[in-house]
C-alpha cells in the first residue's frame, strides 16, 4: 500500500472513530469534497442536456443552475485547500451515466446524499480544529446541497426523508448487508 493510499485509510478510519482530524487530514478530506464537486459538475452538464421527456424539463433547467453552484462550491473548497497549505485535486470522482431519466435524477441524489453527509461532518471538523470561518464557508455550501436534495427528491417524487435516509442507503450498498451505527455528534 502506498503512504497516500496508508494516511487516506487512516484519515477514513478516524472519522468513523470520532477522533479530531489534523489540519494535514482536512486537507485530504476537502479534496475528496472537491473531487465530489468536480463529479457533481459533470453529471449536472451532462444529466441537464441529456435528460428526455417532457416531465422533465423543468429539473433540466435547475440542473443547469446546480452546475454553476457546484463550480462556485469548487472554488470555496479549493481556496480553502490552498489556505491550509495543500494543492487542490484535478481529478473528478467518476460519474455514473444511464440513459434512463429517473436512473439519472437518483444518481444526482445519491450524490447529493453523500455530498451532505460528508459536508456535516467537515463543519464539525473545522470548528473542532479552530477554523470557524472555513465551518461557515462549508455551511454555506451545506444550505444550497440541501436544496438540490429537495429539488431532486421532489422530481423523483420521494418524500425527504425516505430520499435522503443515510441508513437505509448505505445499508443497501454494504456487502454485508448490516446498518451503519450513526456517528454522535
Known amino acids: 500500500m502506498s503512504d497516500k493510499t496508508q494516511f487516506d485509510a487512516g484519515v477514513r478510519e478516524s472519522i468513523h472513530e470520532g477522533r479530531q482530524v489534523t489540519h494535514e487530514e482536512l486537507i485530504s478530506l476537502l ?5 465530489r464537486e468536480y463529479q457533481a459538475i459533470i453529471a ?7 435528460l428526455k421527456g417532457a416531465e422533465y424539463m423543468t429539473i433540466a433547467d435547475e440542473l443547469v443552475q446546480h452546475a454553476q453552484q457546484e463550480l462556485a462550491h469548487a472554488i470555496t473548497i479549493a481556496r480553502q485547500i490552498d489556505y491550509l497549505g ?5 481529478n ?3 460519474v455514473r451515466t444511464s440513459q434512463d431519466a429517473r436512473e439519472m435524477l437518483q444518481f444526482d441524489l445519491d450524490n447529493e446524499n453523500e455530498t451532505v453527509r460528508h459536508y456535516r461532518d467537515r463543519v464539525r471538523q473545522c470548528e473542532a480544529l479552530g477554523e470557524f470561518a472555513m465551518a461557515e464557508h462549508i455551511r454555506e455550501i451545506l444550505v444550497q446541497e440541501q ?6 427528491a421532489t422530481a423523483l417524487g420521494r418524500e425527504m426523508d425516505e430520499a435522503t435516509a443515510p441508513a437505509r442507503q448505505e445499508t443497501a450498498s ?5 446498518k ?3 456517528a454522535r455528534t
Not at 479534496?31 to 473531487?35: G, R, S
Not at 436544496?147 to 431532486?152: K, M
Not at 454494504?174 to 448490516?178: E, F, I, S, T
Open 31 to 35: 479534496n475528496e469534497d472537491l473531487a
Open 44 to 50: 449536472y452538464v451532462v444529466y441537464s442536456q441529456t
Open 174 to 178: 454494504r456487502p454485508n448487508g448490516k
Open 92 to 94: 473528478p470522482k467518476p
Open 86 to 90: 495543500g494543492e487542490p485535486t484535478v
Open 147 to 152: 436544496d438540490h436534495q429537495i429539488e431532486l
Open 180 to 182: 451503519r451505527t450513526p
